[in-house]
């Protein structure tokens, strides 16, 4: 079962708990903010499958899906309000844009009402704005990986969009390549805390 010793072999992408047919895991967070898994004992069953899905620990596995050199293309947005309105150049609307008119889904991350930020999918073109931009913080990606299996498994089009570590975590729950299935990540360099985005905002409304 999963034993984290070392934090730098968990990326918080929160695959195990989507995996766990037991529901075995939750996430509990650390002293800076960020969660990690944790195994209620007495419901697992010491099947594996959590580690299956490790990204970390499963690197040559998610290296084999595609291409391992990477193709590299520029471009941006011919809607100039959709590139100040967004931090890419607005690809990922273009993207997600040619997924809607196809009747697809489209996967991004979104603030929530208390301003935390967790992973969402629709295909309701609406939401485009609110999954337009980057976040900047840790999103919480619970349930995720089981609505696009189960989205693609009935015969839906899926643009996923995250980070790294998450887009990997999804071709290793997966487990094979899918030909309605469009995976998109982007350049990171790294995740803030939920913890520490917290205390600014709390900063914020104190000082406003």
């Known amino acids: 079962m999963i034993n984290i010793q070392n934090k730098k072999d968990c990326c918080g992408c929160n695959a195990c708990g989507d995996v766990c047919a037991r529901k075995a895991i939750t996430f509990q967070t650390d ?34 899906h595609g291409q391992r050199e990477p193709r590299i293309y520029g471009g941006h947005h011919k809607n100039i309000a959709i590139r100040f309105d967004s931090t890419s150049g607005g690809v990922f609307s273009a993207l997600a844009n040619a997924m809607y008119k196809s009747g697809g889904y489209v996967s991004g991350a979104v603030f929530n009402e208390d301003w935390t930020v967790s992973n969402y999918i629709s295909n309701n073109k609406k939401d485009l704005s609110h999954l337009r931009s980057s976040k900047y913080v840790e999103s919480n990606a619970e349930g995720l990986y089981k609505e696009i299996k189960r989205l693609l498994i009935s015969g839906e089009k899926v643009l996923a969009c995250g980070s790294p570590c998450q887009m990997a975590a999804l071709r290793t729950y997966l487990g094979k390549d899918y030909e309605n299935l469009v995976i998109v990540d982007f350049l990171c360099r790294a995740t803030n805390s939920p913890k520490a985005y917290r205390k600014y905002l709390d900063y914020l409304e104190d000082i406003h």
């Open 31 to 64: 002293e800076e903010g960020f969660w990690y898994p944790e195994v209620n004992k007495d419901l697992c069953t010491d099947c594996g499958l959590c580690e299956r899905v490790r990204p970390m620990l499963n690197l040559d596995k998610v290296k084999s």
